[in-house]
């Protein structure tokens, strides 16, 4: 296994393999790996010749210091469980000097209504750290093809954007959520949860099925309203926020319209931990 803590390094290696006619895909995390990221390079693996993984805990996405503070990191662990996936795989493990030079700020982007809602909404200038990072991660890997889990729909969606407005020769591939076998979404931040927190935070996925199931025959004020309802009396969870949205646009709609893809999306607090997740609804 190769890992790159130098983006000079890097791309030497990239130029190399692309002198062969080889294609590159880039999963990019931000560590504390899980099944959900393996699931992501499996997907890589079968159309990429070549696979970099990219482990940055990236500062300018996060508006809260705790929460940065907090964020599980682990890379030597992280390198032994790529190591059982594929022995071939590529790292790239910056730090944020290396990644940005001295001023680790973000760029101001214009995503129009796919930032200013939900996460955006929440979190204020998290989408512009996203970007920011993304369109550095492109710039210097140049892959083909990058991988990215559904699980962050919205971001996925600003990711397309941002590609297609900065004109990045990437091909932007969303892969389908894996959950733990109560139904929790993977992600790092589940490693922050005490076990009774993490069991009961199943509800996530369970009020999210229910919503589906409401979609068929009940009206978008009243899923939302039996939503809200069922958090209200949660003993752990706390809920943040509750929409239905059309998929494409992620505009919160308050009526159905016929050949349009919707999808729900929930934010909620299991103590201290902000958990988020998101489902097709038609």
């Known amino acids: 296994m190769q890992i790159f803590k130098e983006k000079e390094a890097l791309q030497t290696a990239v130029r190399e393999l692309k002198s062969q006619g080889k294609t590159l895909g880039l999963v990019p995390t931000m560590g504390a790996l899980h099944d959900g990221h393996l699931s992501l390079v499996q997907n890589a693996e079968k ?6 993984v990219s482990i940055f805990v990236n500062p300018t996405q ?36 290396e990644l940005y030079g001295e001023n680790i700020i973000s760029e101001e982007f214009d995503f129009g209504g796919l930032g200013k809602v939900m996460e955006g909404k929440y979190r204020a200038g998290h989408f512009d750290g996203v970007g920011t ?25 600003i990711i397309r954007k941002l590609t297609k407005d900065e004109k990045l020769p990437v091909e932007v591939i969303g892969c389908p959520i ?21 069991e009961s935070a199943s509800f996530i996925h369970q009020t999210l099925l229910k919503s589906r199931d409401l979609f068929g025959t009940k009206s978008v004020n009243y899923i939302t309203d039996w939503v809200y309802a069922q958090f209200e009396s949660h003993p752990f969870l706390k809920l943040e926020y509750f929409e ?4 494409s646009t992620l505009k919160k709609i308050n009526r159905k319209r016929k050949g349009q893809e919707y999808r729900a999306f929930i934010a909620a607090y299991a103590g201290e931990v902000r958990l988020i997740d998101n489902m097709a609804l038609n």
């Open 178 to 198: 894996l959950r733990e076998p109560n139904g929790l979404a993977r992600s790092s931040r589940n490693e922050l949860l005490e076990p009774e927190e993490r």
């Open 244 to 247: 239905i949205a059309d998929a």
């Open 47 to 52: 159309i990429c010749d070549q696979v970099v």
């Open 133 to 157: 990072v993304v369109k550095l991660l492109f710039e210097i890997v140049k892959p083909s093809k990058a991988f990215f889990g559904q699980k962050d729909f919205q971001q996925l969606q």
């Open 62 to 97: 996060f508006n809260n210091p705790q929460d940065l503070e907090k964020y599980p990191r682990g890379l030597q662990k992280d390198i032994e469980l790529l190591k059982t996936l594929n022995p071939n795989l590529w790292v790239f493990a910056p730090t944020a000097q």
